[in-house]
């Protein structure tokens, strides 16, 4: 399998990094160009043989998967670039939540697919969300979700739930890491418990913790009804929670939506200007 990635920013050069770490790619059978020349070099020093090139069109030509790895406002100038050489039977991934499927398929002459990755990706863990365009066949997906599934768990979702299933899956991590460094700092500033320890302990109960809803078949409900005791120090804790945090995830959950709904009518707009995205 040879694959093309135009973009090596953070969550493209972390694909790169997982694919060949996980042994799913060896860095020969990857191509990659970014508009800074000099990323995509540093990435070549890491994984010796990874093809760095010099335009997004040589990343593309006659790759079986080709990664858009790319910012909202930059899709009209690649697919604009590379469109052209681009053959049906490729399949063109995109990893930007608001471009829409049915954008793409109107721009490329190829299959299309759009998938969500998160940083857990890093380290084998996780999800890797799963779109198709009308033109993926079942062997398309079968092959891309065996290659997403040396760092990830691939789940197919529908489109219109693109962006609830992000904040829960990708946008998640950087939530929960918010609540640790707050719950850490407060430790340390209370007591005065070294940093490294309790990041060391808190970091340790947030994997139990997922193992827990996972591999040990548990609810949340159910994890705090076994740790809080009533009466007990856990419960007086949630009670104060609940005060705290009454609505903080539904104000979270419509600021992850209107920033959304406006990416994706700029990204509209930049395809197909301002007339057309207006109606």
Wanted: negative net charge; proline residues 4%; glycine residues 8%.
């Amino acid at each position: 399998m040879n694959v093309g990635f135009i973009g090596t920013g953070s969550m493209g050069s972390l694909l790169i990094g997982a694919f060949i770490t996980s042994g799913a790619l060896k860095p020969s059978q990857i191509a990659a160009s970014n508009r800074t020349i000099a990323k995509v070099e540093c990435l070549a020093d890491l994984y010796p043989g990874l093809r760095v090139e010099a335009s997004n069109v040589e990343a593309a030509k006659g790759k079986d998967i080709v990664f858009l790895c790319i910012k909202p406002h930059e899709f009209r100038s690649v697919l604009s670039d590379i469109r052209a050489s681009l053959r049906p039977e490729q399949l063109v991934v995109s990893i930007t939540s608001p471009v829409m499927l049915s954008q793409l398929e109107d721009w490329l002459p190829c299959k299309t697919a759009k998938m969500i990755p998160s940083i857990t990706n890093h380290v084998g863990s996780g999800a890797t969300l799963c779109m198709y365009g009308s033109r993926v066949s079942a062997e398309d997906q079968q092959r891309l979700e065996a290659l997403l599934r040396h760092i990830s768990e691939p789940i197919r979702i529908d489109e219109q739930y693109t962006r609830i299933v992000s904040d829960l899956s990708s946008c998640g991590p950087a939530f929960f890491a918010y609540f640790i460094q707050q719950f850490v700092d407060a430790a340390v500033r209370e007591t005065g418990i070294r940093r490294s320890d309790a990041l060391a302990v808190a970091s340790a109960m947030l994997l139990g913790t997922g193992r827990l809803l996972t591999e040990g078949g548990m609810t949340p409900e159910h994890i705090q009804e076994r740790v809080a005791v009533p009466g007990g120090i856990t419960a007086k804790a949630l009670e104060s929670l609940e005060i705290d945090c009454d609505g903080m995830f539904n104000r979270l959950i419509r600021t992850t939506h209107d920033k959304y709904k406006e990416d994706a009518g700029k990204v509209a707009s930049s395809l197909y200007g301002e007339e057309v995205n207006g109606q």
